[in-house]
Nanobody, 115 residues
Framework: QVRVVESGGGLVQAGGSLRLSCAAS????????MAWYRQAPGKQREWVAS???????NYANSVKGRFTISRDNGKNTVYLQMNSLKPEDTAVYYC?????????WGQGTQVTVSS
């Protein structure tokens, strides 16, 4: 059974930092592509960042230079380091795992940035 669990969300002031974690089990983590998405109230879910099995990273323009995605294959965990947070970063953040062409999603973690 595949499980994807996010953690690390919370309330932070603008300009602050948070680190999100996503732990996955029931998969061969090392061959999986991992990604973070977010969904703000009243908006569609949007892609934030991804990291391939080989470690290549990509970012949405809105977070480039502020967010860093990384993975620890030994811990089956992917991270999203978020710096210089803005109120518009407020959203539920979701982790997606793509394993053998199948997508698995976590339940999400709330990030709220106050101005």
């Amino acid at each position: 059974q595949v499980r994807v669990v996010e953690s690390g969300g919370g309330l932070v002031q603008a300009g602050g930092s948070l680190r999100l974690s996503c732990a996955a089990s029931g998969i061969t983590f090392g061959i999986s592509t991992m990604a973070w998405y977010r969904q703000a109230p009243g908006k569609q879910r949007e892609w934030v960042a991804s990291v391939s099995s080989g470690g290549s990273t990509n970012y949405a323009n809105s977070v480039k230079g502020r967010f860093t995605i990384s993975r620890d294959n030994g811990k089956n965990t992917v991270y999203l380091q978020m710096n210089s947070l803005k109120p518009e970063d407020t959203a539920v953040y979701y982790c997606k795992v793509v394993h053998r062409f199948v997508e698995y999603w976590g339940q999400g973690t709330q990030v709220t940035v106050s101005s």
